[in-house]
């Protein structure tokens, strides 16, 4: 099971269409306050999160420390269209391995996911 958390329904799409493709179970959250809720009914089936970092209500990074302090083992990817130079060294204490600018496409979204959830090193 894959969570999902961008605020651009688009972008949500796009990546439920490609992972569900690939055989991954996939829910969706539009916010970390939405992403949270589902997270804490759901996270022993969560093996993932991929989120935005600019978020409304509660953005990725924020989401990212909360879910890892309460899953320390739970994989995440980060995604976000912006330069994220202040934030990598915070990205990499969270223990966020691996960055996906935006626009990425199908290919580099699976190859992510791949590597992160066999425990291969990604590199950002």
Not at 71 to 89: Q, R, V, Y
Not at 93 to 103: H, N
């Amino acid at each position: 099971m894959i969570l999902v958390v961008d605020d651009e329904p688009a972008i949500c799409d796009m990546v439920v269409h490609v992972l569900e493709g690939q055989g991954y179970n996939v829910m969706t959250a539009s916010d970390g306050t939405e992403a949270l809720a589902i997270f804490i009914k759901h996270q022993k089936q969560i093996r993932m999160v991929l989120t935005d970092i600019i978020m409304p209500q509660m953005d990725g990074l924020r989401l990212a420390r909360t879910l890892k302090r309460a899953k320390p083992d739970l994989a995440i990817i980060a995604s976000t269209g912006h330069d994220l130079e202040k934030e990598k060294s915070e990205l990499d204490k969270i223990g966020i391995e691996v960055i996906l600018d935006k626009p990425y496409t199908s290919e580099s979204l699976q190859v992510a996911v791949h590597e992160v959830l066999n425990g291969n090193v990604y590199a950002h």
